[in-house]
């Protein structure tokens, strides 16, 4: 049986933490800022946890 490869597009978009939760950076923050709160521009630059259920797909695709 072949090794397991890391799919390195979602390496490069997931953390994972070590309890195991999947971080991701949150998306709609690379322009037209002028028209967001600044309340929104702020949770925004925050890194978001992915849910259970998307979750154990990430983790599977990180896996080596």
Same mark, same amino acid.
């Given at each position: 049986?072949?090794?397991?490869?890391?799919?390195?597009s979602?390496?490069k978009?997931?953390?994972?933490?070590?309890?195991?939760?999947v971080? @991701?950076? =949150?998306?709609?923050k690379s322009? /037209?800022? !002028?028209g967001?709160?600044?309340k929104?521009r702020?949770k925004l630059a925050?890194a978001a946890?992915?849910s259970?259920s @998307?979750? =154990?797909?990430?983790r599977?695709m /990180?896996? !080596?």
């Amino acid at each position: 049986m072949s090794k397991k490869k890391t799919k390195k597009s979602a390496a490069k978009r997931f953390k994972i933490t070590a309890g195991g939760k999947v971080l @991701f950076n =949150r998306p709609c923050k690379s322009h /037209l800022m !002028t028209g967001k709160s600044s309340k929104r521009r702020r949770k925004l630059a925050k890194a978001a946890v992915l849910s259970e259920s @998307f979750g =154990r797909n990430v983790r599977s695709m /990180l896996e !080596t």
